[in-house]
């Protein structure tokens, strides 16, 4: 049986060879620990309870989590030690259970989750780049409280170039107002953690800056303003492994953050020192296994 449940469409029989995201037929995870390092409203004091998946549908070269999105890394688990994995992050303090680049495994982790979500009690996050069906986005309906996305591209040819797939624009501007209609106006509690609505990243990528002011514009467009928080991210730090090879500018970060302000986007600014690898995680099957 082909797998066609994400853009990329690939067909790929996965009980005998990965798909194009790297992954197989078996659940596999990276990591499962609480997470610190989200935006305010989804770490909060007590953590993320993050989930990291292995695999991507996505090939960005400038990946701060290459381990796992370019080479699979993962441990294979069975459907019924990822329930336990949610209820032993709920244990943790988890303020949410954060699911990182899921999309491979949701015809497996849907189910679990539709059957599990009332006795958990805790916001779902759908951690995502953006580059999701409609398929996909229809198997989370109900499931996804927040859906924390990147907005990555104004420029498909940008997203072929630097992420290995000719339509993520196109994808995207279907996506998001999909993602709204389901979860709505972002809300928070009285400790200022969300409990619902869309968070979108956008990462500012050197030499990209005009794509980061036409990718501000069309967000703009595309959903409320005052309905959506933005986080704005100037972390880029080159990998190795492939462009862009060198560092922002303050002058490239600051005019974007400018653009952002005079649309009226409310949410979240990095520091422009912030640029450092310090926000990517250990990957060594932490909370993974028993």
Sequence with gaps: MGCYLCPRRCGADRTRAPG?????????????????????????????????????????TYCQNYEVSHKSYGIGITPERFREILYELKEKGAHNLNLVTADPYLAIIAPILREEKDKLGLPIVYNCSGYESQEQLRLLDGLCDIYLTDFKYADNSLGERLSGVPDYTDVLLRALPEMFRQVGACR???EGMMTKGVLVRHLVLPGCRKDSLAALTMLSDLVPIGDVRLSLMSQFTPNGHGEPSRRLTRFEYESVASKALLLGFEGYFQEFSSQTSDYTPDFHGQGVTK
């Design 20 to 60: 194009a995201c790297g992954a197989g037929d078996t659940l596999r995870l990276a990591r499962a620990e609480l997470h610190f390092w989200e935006e305010p409203c989804i770490s909060g004091q007590r953590g993320s309870g993050a989930i990291f998946f292995s695999g991507c549908t996505l090939r960005c």
């Design 188 to 190: 928070f509690d009285g």
